[in-house]
């Protein structure tokens, strides 16, 4: 005879949802604060490359969606345990939340780490925007590895 699973295991599930969704939003928070504010001061500098200047933003919001399309996969896998939603799955989704959102948050500080610098010295050396473009791939490309790992574990019930 098969256990009935405890009432509180859509609890997990809705956690991980949340936090996919909280964490990467503080790092893309964090990456346009930091890039948009070191913008701004080159901006009354060199208003031509303003424009130029905008990738950083652009990536940082990116990581903010990597953890909207989680956060919208656990939500809707997501129904009582009287319908069979088991403690096995929760724990899946949490940590799947967590994947997502922790890698998205430390994707979004590094962006905004590199995208501040990269804006100020670009203004003063523009032969470094290329270099400054390829750090920022790289710092994106940690949040999308995490979106990876969080898809695989929402996939695996």
């Known amino acids: 005879?098969?256990?009935?699973?405890?009432?509180?295991?859509?609890?997990?599930?809705?956690?991980?949802?949340?936090?996919?969704?909280i964490l990467s939003?503080?790092?893309?928070?964090?990456?346009?604060?930091?890039?948009?504010?070191?913008?701004s001061a080159a901006g009354t500098v060199r208003p031509d490359l303003v424009m130029k200047s905008?990738?950083?933003?652009?990536?940082?919001?990116?990581?903010?969606?990597?953890?909207?399309?989680?956060a919208i996969l656990i939500a809707n896998s997501i129904f009582s345990s009287a319908e069979g939603y088991?403690?096995?799955?929760g724990f899946l989704h949490f940590g799947a939340g967590l994947t997502v959102g922790l890698s998205g948050m430390g994707s979004?500080?590094?962006i905004g780490l590199?995208?501040?610098?990269?804006?100020?010295?670009?203004?003063?050396q523009p032969n470094l925007f290329v270099a400054i473009i390829l750090m920022l791939i790289f710092a994106e490309v940690?949040?999308?590895?995490?979106?990876?790992?969080?898809l695989i574990l929402t996939t695996k019930v």
């Open 1 to 21: 005879m098969l256990e009935e699973e405890p009432i509180y295991a859509p609890f997990f599930g809705s956690m991980g949802a949340s936090v996919a969704m």
């Open 25 to 39: 939003s503080l790092g893309a928070v964090y990456g346009t604060l930091k890039s948009g504010t070191a913008i």
């Open 54 to 70: 905008l990738i950083p933003v652009v990536m940082s919001g990116i990581v903010a969606i990597y953890g909207l399309v989680e």
């Open 86 to 89: 088991t403690l096995y799955t």
């Open 108 to 110: 979004g500080y590094a």
């Open 114 to 124: 590199v995208g501040e610098a990269g804006v100020r010295y670009s203004v003063q």
């Open 142 to 150: 940690l949040g999308l590895y995490g979106l990876i790992i969080g």
